[in-house]
């Protein structure tokens, strides 16, 4: 289901993450992030046009840049939430949306707590 909203809120709590800072990665490029008191992180693409590539960024962030536990995290122990803001509406919705739309695409991503 989609929901709209004037303020980002986080997919998986609801609650208001921070806003987007500037990160380092060790790679020596920079991704446009945050973070949610849930624990969840995400990355901003604010050209809409990174899709995949922003996605990486987020999970790659949720595992301390390590892309090789990224990568290899099993299906199921995290969660993934796309919000987009519709810049004509000026609200936030949640989902991937259509793929030509090049609203601004906040990846979120929530490690689930091993048991
Ligand atoms: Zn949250």
């Known amino acids: 289901m ?6 980002l809120q986080c997919p998986f709590c609801g ?10 990665t060790p790679f020596g490029s920079t991704v446009d ?4 008191p849930c624990g969840a992180v995400y990355v901003y693409d604010r050209t809409g046009r990174m899709l995949g590539e922003a996605f990486s960024d987020a999970l790659a962030l949720a595992y ?13 122990s ?4 796309v919000v987009r803001f519709n810049k004509r509406a000026r ?3 949640t ?4 793929p030509r ?4 695409r906040f990846y979120f991503i929530l490690r689930k707590k091993a048991d």
Do not use: H, L, Q
């Open 101 to 104: 739309d090049r609203s601004a």
């Open 64 to 76: 301390e840049w390590n892309y090789d536990a990224a990568f290899a995290a099993a299906e199921g």
């Open 2 to 7: 989609e929901e709209r909203s004037k303020i």
């Open 95 to 98: 989902g991937e949306g259509d």
């Open 15 to 24: 609650e208001v993450p921070t806003v987007p800072v500037e990160i380092d």
């Open 78 to 81: 995290y969660e993934e939430g």
């Open 91 to 93: 609200k936030f919705m």
């Open 33 to 36: 992030g945050g973070n949610c």
